[in-house]
Nanobody, 122 residues
Framework: QVQLVESGGGLVQAGGSLRLSCAAS????????MGWFRQAPGKEREFVAAISWSGGRRYNVDSVKGRFTISRDNAKNTIYLQMTSLKPEDTAVYYC???????????????WGQGTQVTVSS
């Protein structure tokens, strides 16, 4: 069982930056693919980024390419999402997730955090 706790969300102006963190407990995340998702009001949850267990492979949704970077520190049992050049359409609750089996990708995640709110003002 993995418990995930996100932090780092907040209110930022368009063009600004935020770094989200996701601290895991219960077991090591080494060997687990990890991901970030987001859900805006009135919309379905969508994939944002994923990273393989070693950090060697990373994936982003097209809308955040060149602006968001996912990373991980297995020694700290934590993953991150560095967000730059934020836009109002990035406003959402951001969720951290872990996949017990399989390669990093856009679905198939088993564990979820409670989410952290990111609000980008224009």
């Amino acid at each position: 069982q993995v418990q995930l706790v996100e932090s780092g969300g907040g209110l930022v102006q368009a063009g600004g930056s935020l770094r989200l963190s996701c601290a895991a407990s219960g077991r090591t995340i080494s060997g687990l693919s990890m991901g970030w998702f987001r859900q805006a009001p009135g919309k379905e949850r969508e994939f944002v980024a994923a990273i393989s267990w070693s950090g060697g492979r990373r994936y982003n949704v097209d809308s955040v390419k060149g602006r968001f970077t996912i990373s991980r520190d297995n020694a700290k049992n934590t993953i991150y999402l560095q967000m730059t050049s934020l836009k109002p359409e990035d406003t959402a609750v951001y969720y951290c997730s872990a996949k017990q089996y399989g390669e990093a990708g856009t679905d198939g995640y088993d564990y979820w955090g409670q989410g952290t709110q990111v609000t980008v003002s224009s």
